[in-house]
């Protein structure tokens, strides 16, 4: 009796171990994993003026929508299209949040309803550039938020010529990111979205939604 209780206990600790073995290395992975995905984001918006045929926002975060409308007021391009945007409101609604006078830019401004994740977005986005014959975006977002959107997006129109222009939310400190525990957990969940991402890419996954922008 006692050699079997012997036996079951090196098993349990023999499991136990290689648990804990497993957790680590997987924590250790993921950790480098986030400094790298960190080190990624952008830090500034492109130098070069460069022109497409529309300006893409992705509604969800501070800035974005103002970054868009400068765009289009300096003719980046002729036509801006906001993904995501809630039921209920307009061009002129939008145009009022962001303090612009809707006769300046409302002829060229388009929203659209159906969007309500990343993924949604780039499908949203894809059948608005199909029905223009458009071959060329900005993409305003937030920083932290562009590697998981040029992944969707460049999923949902691979022959698109997209141009990233981020924004830089003032909430979020990518500068000693870890010592900010609210920039550390956005960034952690981001990140994590973002594996997700990649891996729906790599199995060849339809798109899915990832619940927030």
């Keep these: 009796m006692r050699n079997e209780k012997g036996r079951r206990l090196g098993t349990i600790r023999r499991c136990l171990r290689r648990i804990i073995h497993v957790t680590l290395v997987s924590l250790a992975l993921w950790t480098g994993g986030l400094i790298w995905f ?3 984001l952008p830090r500034s918006t492109p130098r070069q003026v460069t022109t497409t045929d529309a300006i893409i926002v992705l509604t969800g975060g501070t800035g974005r929508l103002e970054t868009g409308l400068q ?9 801006l299209f906001v993904s995501g ?8 609604a939008l145009l009022r949040i962001a303090r ?3 006769d300046d830019l409302a002829c060229c401004i388009s929203v659209g309803y159906h969007a309500n994740d990343t993924a949604g977005n780039a499908r949203e986005t894809a059948q608005w550039m199909r029905k223009r014959g458009f071959n060329s975006l900005h993409l305003v977002t937030a920083n932290y938020h562009m590697p998981r959107s040029l992944l969707e997006f460049r999923r949902a129109m ?3 010529r997209i141009v990233a222009h981020p924004v830089f939310p003032q909430q979020f ?7 900010f525990p609210g920039t550390a957990t956005l960034l952690s969940s981001e990140f ?3 594996l997700i991402a990649r891996l729906a ?3 060849g996954m339809k798109h899915g939604g990832d619940g927030a922008t």
């Design 38 to 40: 960190a080190a990624q």
């Design 71 to 79: 765009l289009l007021a300096e003719t980046r391009a002729r036509n």
């Design 85 to 92: 945007v809630a039921r209920g409101v307009d061009v002129a």
């Design 100 to 102: 612009r006078s809707p």
């Design 158 to 160: 691979a022959t698109i």
């Design 173 to 179: 400190k990518i500068e000693s990111w870890w010592r």
């Design 192 to 194: 994590n979205k973002y």
């Design 201 to 203: 890419i790599g199995l």
